[in-house]
């Protein structure tokens, strides 16, 4: 399975960007789908994940109430929604793809699929 993340950019604080993440062969290689980011320096975090089979979605504390995890079954695509984009946001993000327990969502180490990374800066 080869994913592919796109849509990162320069913007500044306040703005919105909309990352996409799409599949080869329209197939995600499990069900659950999420982003994570690595800004500079830092780890690697988990920023959201959608449950293809039944909707359900999840984000980090400290993207709630501005990223939104959404799909597009048509077109077999899957969006992270940033608003109100913060300085502390600049990374790079990823897709990854996994079958598995929604339980351990968060935990990067069970994602078997990862998409190449896009980058996201945002400027203060």
């Known amino acids: 399975v080869q994913l592919q993340a796109f849509g990162g950019g320069l913007v500044q604080a306040g703005g919105s960007l909309r990352l996409s993440c799409a599949a080869s062969g329209r197939i995600f290689g499990g069900p659950l789908v999420g982003w994570f980011r690595q800004g500079p320096g830092k780890e690697r975090e988990f920023v959201a994940a959608?449950?293809?089979?039944?909707?359900?979605?999840d984000v980090a504390d400290s993207v709630e109430g501005r990223f939104t995890i959404s799909r597009d079954s048509a077109k077999n695509s899957m969006y992270l929604q940033m608003n109100t984009l913060k300085p502390e946001d600049t990374a790079v993000y990823y897709c990854?793809?996994?079958?598995?327990?929604?339980?351990?969502?968060?935990?990067?180490?069970?994602?078997?699929?990862w998409g190449q990374g896009t980058l996201v800066t945002v400027s203060s």
């Open positions: 990854a793809s996994r079958q598995g327990s929604w339980s351990q969502r968060t935990f990067q180490k069970y994602y078997t699929s």
């Open positions: 959608i449950n293809l089979s039944d909707g359900s979605t």
